[in-house]
C-alpha cells in the first residue's frame, strides 16, 4: 500500500516512515528540504519539491495508487510565525489547501494531518482534553486550527476523511542514532540542553522561574518521537478500517518542569553545565499536559517511553548529530 508523506524528511515525518516502511508500507517521501535533510529520507522513494507544486502533485498521485497522505510539513516556530505571519498562513495554510485539492482530483480521500497543543492558547483545564476550547494565541497555533476547521468542511463537502495529531511535546530519537531532532535554528528545550552539556552553547537559560508550578517553572508534557510514529500507525489503519474523521491528543499525559529536564539531562549525561533564569518568554502557559485517553480508547495507543528515555535516546542522537552526520 502506497503512502504519501509529505515531509517525511523531517523530524516527527522521517521516525513515521521509519516505521511506516517497517510495517510494510510503501512509502513516497515529498520534501522540498526547506527544513528536512536529505539523509532522513531513506526509508522510502525520496521525490524533491514542494506541496504546492500542483504539476508535481498530478505526476504523483497518477504514477503512485495513493492510499493515504500524511502530512507534516510546516513551519513550527512560535516567535517566527508572530513577526512574519504571512510566511506561516501561506505555508501552513494555503499550500496545505493546494495538497489537499490535489488530493481530492485525484480521489484520495485519507488524510493524516499534524495538528498542535496550541491550538487550545492557554488552557483553562489541565489535562487538556480534545474538546477544551480552541484559543490559540499566535499565528502558528491558528495556522494549524485553521486546517483542521477546513478538513472538518472537507469532510463535510468532499467526503475527504482525516486524522488531526495534536502533537505536545515531541521529543526523543529512534534508538538507532540514526535520524533525530535536527532544528535549525533550535528553540526546543530538550536539544538546547543538551547544546548545553556538550559545551555547543554557554548556558541553557530558564525562561521564567515565577510560574504557578511547584518550582516554579513551566510544566510540559513531553512524548517520545516513535510514540508518535506509533499513533500515526494507528491512525492510519483507523482511517482505512473505519473511515472516520477524528482528532486526538498525542501526549504521555505526564508533566515535568523545565528545571526537572535540566536535572535530568545533568544525572543521565553525567554532565554539569550552567543555568540561567531569565525572564518569562511571552505566550508560555504554565501546564501543558494532555489528556491522552482518547487516543488510548479509540486507537489502542498506548505511550511506551518515560522522560529517561526520551533523554537517553536524543542524548545518542545529538553526539550523533555532531559527528558530521547532518547539520
Ligand atoms: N524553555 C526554556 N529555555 C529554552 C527553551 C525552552 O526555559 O531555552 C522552556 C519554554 O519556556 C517552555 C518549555 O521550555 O516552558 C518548552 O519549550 P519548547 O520551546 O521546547 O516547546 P513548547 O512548549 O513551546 O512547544
Not at 521509519?18 to 536529505?38: A, F, Q
Not at 491550538?119 to 485553521?146: F, L, R
Not at 494507528?234 to 515535568?256: I, P, Q, R, V
Request: charged share 25%; glycine share 8%; net charge negative.
Amino acid at each position: 500500500m502506497n503512502i504519501l508523506v509529505a515531509g517525511g524528511a523531517g523530524y516527527i515525518g522521517s521516525h513515521v516512515c521509519k516505521m511506516l516502511n517497517e510495517k510494510g508500507y510503501n512509502v513516497i517521501v515529498l520534501d522540498n528540504l526547506s527544513n528536512g535533510h536529505r539523509e532522513f529520507a531513506k526509508y522510502g522513494k525520496f521525490i524533491p519539491g514542494d506541496i504546492s507544486d500542483k504539476k508535481l502533485l498530478d505526476i504523483i498521485f497518477e504514477h503512485y495508487n495513493i492510499a493515504a497522505v500524511m502530512h507534516f510539513c510546516a513551519y513550527i516556530e512560535v516567535g517566527e510565525s508572530v513577526i512574519n505571519p504571512y510566511k506561516y498562513y501561506e505555508n501552513n495554510v494555503s499550500n496545505t489547501l493546494v495538497l489537499l485539492n490535489s488530493m481530492l482530483k485525484h480521489n484520495v480521500n485519507k488524510f493524516i494531518f499534524s495538528s498542535t497543543a496550541a491550538v487550545y492558547g492557554m488552557p483553562e483545564k489541565i489535562p487538556i482534553k480534545e474538546d477544551a476550547p480552541k484559543n490559540p494565541i499566535n499565528p502558528y497555533g491558528k495556522s494549524k486550527y485553521m486546517v483542521e476547521e477546513i478538513l472538518d468542511d472537507f469532510d463535510k463537502a468532499y467526503n475527504l476523511k482525516s486524522i488531526r495529531f495534536r502533537y505536545f511535546n515531541a521529543a526523543g530519537a529512534d534508538e538507532s542514532g540514526e535520524i533525530g531532532e535536527a532544528h535549525n535554528p533550535e528553540t526546543h528545550l530538550i536539544p538546547l540542553i543538551l547544546d548545553a552539556a556538550l559545551g555547543k552553547r554557554e548556558s541553557i537559560k530558564i525562561f521564567g522561574t515565577d510560574y504557578e508550578t511547584k518550582d516554579g517553572t513551566c510544566i510540559r508534557d513531553f512524548v517520545h518521537v516513535n510514540d508518535l510514529a506509533n499513533a500515526h500507525i494507528k491512525g492510519l489503519e483507523y482511517l482505512l478500517k473505519e473511515n472516520k474523521t477524528d482528532c486526538f491528543n498525542l501526549g504521555s499525559g505526564n508533566g515535568y518542569s523545565v528545571r526537572e529536564v535540566i536535572e535530568k539531562v545533568k544525572e543521565i549525561t553525567n554532565i554539569d553545565f550552567k543555568v540561567e533564569e531569565i525572564e518569562r518568554r511571552p505566550g508560555d502557559p504554565a501546564y501543558l499536559i494532555a489528556d491522552n485517553q482518547k487516543a488510548k480508547k479509540i486507537l489502542s495507543w498506548e505511550p511506551k517511553y518515560s522522560l529517561d528515555d526520551i533523554i537517553k535516546t536524543a542524548w545518542t542522537w545529538h553526539k550523533e548529530r555532531y559527528n558530521g552526520r547532518t547539520r
